[in-house]
């Protein structure tokens, strides 16, 4: 019986890892887009970054979510705290989404001042 249970606490956790986490497949690495906005949210934490744009082009007016990489990589590539504010006008490169919803990947953010990480 307690191999059972341990078989069971095994995979319970194992699953509960398997679930915090998800793969990038959904996203178009080969076909790059760039997308001007406002911030609305920026949130550099693990395990992804998350920003929320407003934006205005030929679909119209909306937010738009998008994720990046983690907190420890977007430092390393030049981020630091108050780059990115609420408010601000940025553009950002991401890896769209390959069902062609808005959203994507960011892949590198440029700010109104040139900054670029």
Known sequence: MNKKLSALVCGLCLSVSAVAHHSAAQFD????VQVTGVVKEFRAANPHMHLVLHVKDEKGERDITFEGHSMNNIYR???RR?????????????APR???EDGGYVTS????SGQKF
């Not at 108050?82 to 991401?94: N, P």
């Not at 953010?109 to 109104?112: D, F, G, I, L, P």
């Open 109 to 112: 953010v440029t700010t109104a």
């Open 77 to 79: 590539s030049g981020w």
């Open 82 to 94: 108050d780059m990115v504010k609420v408010g601000d006008t940025i553009t950002v490169t991401i």
């Open 29 to 32: 690495f080969q076909k790059p």
């Open 98 to 100: 390959k069902d062609g």
